[in-house]
Antibody, heavy 121, light 108 residues
Framework: QVQLVQSGAEVKKPGASLKVSCKASGYTFTDYYMHWVRQAPGQGLEWMGW????????YYAWKFQGRVTITRDTSINTAFMELSSLRSDDTAVYYC??????????????WGQGPLVTVSS | EIVLTQSPGTLSLSPGERATLSCRASQSVYANYLAWYQQRPGQAPRLLIYDASRRATGIPDRFSGSGSGTDFTLTISRLEPEDFAVYYC?????????FGQGTKVEIK
């Protein structure tokens, strides 16, 4: 069965960087784009960007360009999302999610468990 | 950039009642590439509907999606206790994706 298992909760200082991992299993990792979505406490879902695990190509939401980097390691079926220059309003749950509809910019059929990242001095 | 607006913000209903949730796009949605998700407290979102009206695998038939162009609806025919949650619509099909702000379905 398809599973996306993410790294654990973290506490970061303002100005630091964050790197969240997402290990995929139960399917061919390179066949499906991986997207990242975050959710601040009590707020809605915010799309951040995606990676094509086959080619390594990426696309980021304008809001995060220059601060976010999504990468992958196909040898361990894992995607990574790195966010730099953290601020308090980056406190959120960060989800990885698979685009399952047969093309990269599709709907999201499987989600990771989403670790909470807290940015606080 | 297309903006999705969901209404109402909160829907107060009793178990067994019918729920009708709206998602309106600021421009026409290409190929009806619109999805609906359910999110229960403390859980990741769950895909309910894609392509505006297709139920995802394992989703009960009390959930249905309809609409085209700019106006879309998620209907829950008879609310079960586990259906009280937050629901999001999502636009996909281009390099950028976007979500509506959500509708909370709460017990009246």
């Amino acid at each position: 069965q398809v599973q996306l298992v993410q790294s654990g909760a973290e506490v970061k200082k303002p100005g630091a960087s964050l790197k969240v991992s997402c290990k995929a299993s139960g399917y061919t990792f390179t066949d499906y784009y991986m997207h990242w979505v975050r959710q601040a406490p009590g707020q809605g879902l915010e799309w951040m960007g995606w990676i094509n695990p086959h080619s390594g190509g990426t696309y980021y939401a304008w809001k995060f360009q220059g601060r976010v980097t999504i990468t992958r390691d196909t040898s361990i079926n894992t995607a990574f999302m790195e966010l730099s220059s953290l601020r308090s309003d980056d406190t959120a749950v960060y989800y990885c999610t698979r685009a399952g509809g047969g093309f990269g910019e599709s709907f999201f059929d499987y989600w990771g468990q989403g670790p909470l990242v807290t940015v606080s001095s | 950039e297309i903006v999705l607006t969901q209404s109402p913000g909160t829907l107060s209903l009793s178990p067994g009642e019918r729920a009708t949730l709206s998602c309106r796009a600021s421009q026409s949605v290409y190929a009806n590439y619109l999805a609906w998700y359910q999110q229960r407290p403390g859980q990741a979102p769950r895909l309910l509907i894609y392509d505006a009206s297709r139920r995802a695998t394992g989703i009960p038939d009390r959930f249905s999606g309809s609409g085209s162009g700019t106006d879309f609806t998620l209907t829950i025919s008879r609310l079960e206790p586990e259906d009280f949650a937050v629901y999001y619509c999502q636009l996909y099909g281009s390099s950028r994706s976007t979500f509506g702000q959500g509708t909370k379905v709460e017990i009246k």
